[in-house]
Structure formats: C-alpha cells, structure tokens
T-cell receptor, first 113, second 115 residues
Framework: GQQLNQSPQSMFIQEGEDVSMNCTSSSIFNTWLWYKQDPGEGPVLLIALYKAGELTSNGRLTAQFGITRKDSFLNISASIPSDVGIYFCAGLPPSSNTGKLIFGQGTTLQVKP | NAGVMQNPRHLVRRRGQEARLRCSPMKGHSHVYWYRQLPEEGLKFMVYLQKENIIDESGMPKERFSAEFPKEGPSILRIQQVVRGDSAAYFC?????????????FGEGSRLTVL
C-alpha cells in the first residue's frame, strides 16, 4: 500500500528557532494535509494543500505541496513552547473519495524555552 | 458547539473481553471514520461509515472487529475477544459529506489497554 516517509522523526530546538519537516512518497497524492497532535488529544488540522506547487500559510506555519505531487514540507517560524507536539503529514490518494487518509509516522517537536 | 465526542476516553480490558468504543460526530456531520494509532506510530484508517451504511472497511481486521453507525445514536467500534495487540488509541473523525478534500475533524480518542 501507499506509504509516507516523514522526517525528521524528532526535533529538539531552542525557542525562537525555525523548524522544517517534510514528507515524501513514491506515489502521488491529490491532497496533502498537516495535523498537530498534543499529548492525549486527537489530531488537529493545521494546513490543507490541494494543488501541486501550492504554498499556504497559517500564522507562523507555512506548507507547500510539491510539484511532483509526491512530497510536502511544513515550516514553523520563530518557534514558541506551545508548538510542542507531534506533527503528522497526511495524504489523500487519487483513488480515494472516502476520507481514507494515509498518515506519516510523525515528527515529535520539543521546544526549549 | 460540540466537536467530535468519543467515549470512553480510557478503557482497560482483560484478554478475551469485549471493548465498545462510541463516537458522536460533529453536529451536522453524517460521515464517520475510525482510525487506529499504535504507540509511536501514525494513524491508520480502519473504516468509513454513513448512517446505517458501511462505505469502506478495507482497514478493518478481518476478525473480531466490527463497526456500525445506526440511524439513531453514536457510531460504535466493537472489538471482541481483545488481545494485547489491540492496545492502541482509537480515533473517530467526522465530515459533513463524503469528503474529497481529506479535511477531517478528529475526536480526542479512546485509549484501549488490554491486560
């Protein structure tokens, strides 16, 4: 089945630093999404991307849908302690019209004040 | 303004017992999805339901697992004769229609521990 490779697996950074994480796949996706999961909670949608090449921002977050449709990245600028959590990329395959998302393994972000 | 509601939040079962997890979608949403998250992993799709219909159950294990979304009441994910490997967080998500955008609203999850 389709898989997403997300990297890095974890990051430990200083408050104020910028962060970058990415997701790659051997197959194309129609939609890329980035979710954040706080401990003990469910994932919350951060950004959704629908077109190859699309660059979208949400506050300090910026994400891009790769032009090959096989990758996406998420940048967080000027990190703050509340950015701590697990960030997941997710893709919607072309064959899916049922919300059957494929999730990456997650990037655990820790921010040192 | 309730979001997706799941209960119980935590459930402990002994091997061989049954687990029932409930999910009430967001108001106005008629489509429900169940995902499973094993420790240190991402979410894996299990099943997609509309009221009284299972649309896609390709992610459901062939045995012991079943799901329903009755005309009235919450969606139920049922696991019979639980084993230790069933220990995981089970998340429900909902959408207003059969989403082609992938934008799902997740509940806080039900964490099953099998002793």
């Amino acid at each position: 089945g389709q898989q997403l490779n997300q990297s890095p697996q974890s990051m430990f950074i200083q408050e104020g630093e910028d962060v970058s994480m990415n997701c790659t796949s051997s197959s194309i996706f129609n939609t890329w999404l980035w979710y954040k999961q706080d401990p003990g909670e469910g994932p919350v949608l951060l950004i959704a991307l629908y077109k190859a090449g699309e660059l979208t921002s949400n506050g300090r977050l910026t994400a891009q849908f790769g032009i090959t449709r096989k990758d996406s990245f998420l940048n967080i600028s000027a990190s703050i302690p509340s950015d701590v959590g697990i960030y997941f990329c997710a893709g919607l395959p072309p064959s899916s019209n049922t919300g059957k998302l494929i999730f990456g393994q997650g990037t655990t972000l820790q921010v040192k004040p | 303004n309730a979001g997706v509601m799941q209960n119980p939040r935590h459930l402990v079962r002994r091997r061989g017992q049954e687990a029932r997890l409930r999910c009430s979608p967001m108001k106005g949403h008629s489509h429900v999805y169940w995902y499973r998250q094993l420790p240190e992993e991402g979410l894996k799709f299990m099943v997609y339901l509309q009221k009284e219909n299972i649309i896609d159950e390709s992610g459901m294990p062939k045995e012991r697992f079943s799901a329903e979304f009755p005309k009235e009441g919450p969606s139920i994910l049922r696991i019979q004769q639980v084993v230790r490997g069933d220990s995981a967080a089970y998340f429900c998500a909902s959408s207003p229609g059969g989403t082609t955008t992938g934008e799902l609203f997740f509940g806080e999850g039900s964490r099953l521990t099998v002793l």
